[in-house]
């Protein structure tokens, strides 16, 4: 009899299989974990330049970027001088200053991958039809210092900086003297 009610048992037991548990349910989206992102650079709006422009010879002669008049009309600007890499400065004879820089590679979209919240300045604009950003870490408007990085082509910036001194006419408005250096700039771009 024991024989019997183990062979019972064992079958049984044979012909109920467990079935596993279902799964539960996946977390809703606004709760699911999402791993590092692939890429080192985070995902950002950046404004796409509508109408690329190619600087051609200006990433060679940045100083040829303004002409005289246009020097003079930014802000008395006289004295031109090359600085390193693709870079020209402007200054007048206090040594007031603006300086244009054109660089290659990631376009404005390392000018808004390197944004601080909470730290300087950064504000959208758009000169002359082109996408650009006034930017710094620090903001020193108060005392003459603005810079602009304005969008040429997706993978090309020009950025505009002045270094104004507390003693120059225009050291409260640096921002409008980058505007207009800027404006200059594109023109002469435009027309090669």
């Given at each position: 009899m024991l024989r019997t009610l183990a062979l019972l048992s064992l079958g049984l037991l044979a012909g109920c299989t467990a079935e596993p548990a279902p799964a539960p349910p996946p977390p809703p989206p606004s709760t699911l974990k999402v791993g590092p992102p692939t890429s080192s650079t985070?995902?950002?709006?950046?404004?796409?330049?509508?109408?690329?422009?190619?600087?051609?010879?200006?990433?060679?002669?940045?100083?040829?970027?303004?002409?005289?008049?246009?020097?003079?009309?930014?802000?008395?600007?006289?004295?031109?001088?090359?600085?390193?890499?693709a870079t020209c400065q402007w200054r007048d004879a206090h040594l007031n200053g603006v300086r244009i820089t054109f660089t290659s590679g990631d376009g404005l979209r390392g000018t808004y991958t390197k944004r601080a919240p909470g730290t300087g300045y950064f504000e959208p604009t758009t000169i002359s039809g082109f996408p650009a950003v006034y930017a710094g870490q620090a903001d020193?408007?108060?005392?003459?210092?603005?810079?602009?990085?304005?969008?040429?082509?997706?993978?090309?910036?020009?950025?505009?900086?002045?270094?104004?001194?507390?003693?120059?006419?225009?050291?409260?408005?640096?921002?409008?003297?980058?505007?207009?250096?800027?404006?200059?700039?594109?023109?002469?771009?435009?027309?090669?």
């Open positions: 985070p995902a950002v709006d950046v404004p796409q330049v509508p109408k690329p422009l190619e600087t051609g010879r200006f990433d060679k002669e940045p100083c040829a970027v303004l002409t005289a008049a246009q020097a003079r009309s930014v802000y008395l600007l006289v004295k031109s001088e090359l600085g390193q890499g020193q408007r108060n005392i003459g210092r603005c810079s602009m990085t304005i969008g040429l082509r997706n993978d090309e910036i020009m950025t505009v900086e002045s270094d104004l001194g507390n003693a120059s006419p225009v050291a409260s408005g640096p921002c409008d003297v980058v505007k207009k250096a800027a404006e200059a700039a594109i023109t002469t771009i435009k027309r090669g």
